[in-house]
């Protein structure tokens, strides 16, 4: 599930719980690893950075070199890349382990799927909602696939987290975090199905 809307106010006031330890241990997984993949571009700007640091020196400090300036941009226009690489590669991990810190709301209602409609982009199957008792919409998040979702609806006790999307339906995990073990800094989890 991806792209969350925006929640029901009346939402706030149903029962919810935090997170487990579990359950963000498997999301702090997430963000250690993709610190892990952070480590080329961290090293990137800071090479780039006292490149330009060390050009800029040269250039004020001897005389003959003043022209040396000139190449100084080059390498700061590099360190900004790997910057924005950098920032590219932590910002999701960062935002979703944050989004572990706000409750998962618990709502005897109904989950409904519903087909893809000409707001949805190219990629994804539909939604799907976390419904009240009355049938309107607690949330709903836009779903990735291959098949569109037929529209339905099903009653269910339903767990989910405004960001992440459904947690469990009828207390059964949904698959949105993985169970058992991840793998040291969750390196071959993306082929799992």
Do not use: N
């Not at 241990?25 to 892990?36: E, F, I, K, Q």
């Amino acid at each position: 599930m991806a792209r969350s809307r925006r929640l029901d106010p009346r939402a706030r006031l149903l029962v919810h719980r935090p997170w487990t330890p579990r359950e963000r241990r498997v999301v702090w997984s997430g963000l250690v690893g993709r610190l892990a993949i952070a480590v080329e571009p961290l090293l990137g700007f800071v090479f780039f950075a006292l490149f330009t640091w060390g050009i800029v020196w040269r250039a004020h400090r001897v005389p003959s070199d003043a022209s040396l300036i000139v190449v100084a941009p080059v390498f700061a226009l590099g360190a900004f890349a790997f910057l924005g690489y950098l920032v590219a590669v932590l910002v999701a991990p960062i935002v979703a382990y944050a989004q572990t810190y706000k409750p998962i709301y618990i709502v005897d209602g109904y989950v409904r799927y519903r087909s893809p409609d000409e707001d949805s982009d190219p990629g994804e199957c539909g939604y799907v909602a976390a419904l009240f008792e009355d049938k309107s919409v607690a949330c709903e998040w836009r779903a990735l696939g291959k098949a569109a979702y037929p529209t339905r609806t099903v009653a269910a006790m339903v767990e989910f987290s405004v960001f992440a999307g459904i947690h469990a339906i009828d207390g059964r995990p949904t698959g949105l975090l993985p169970v058992g073990d991840l793998p040291p800094l969750t390196i071959g989890i993306a082929p799992r199905r």
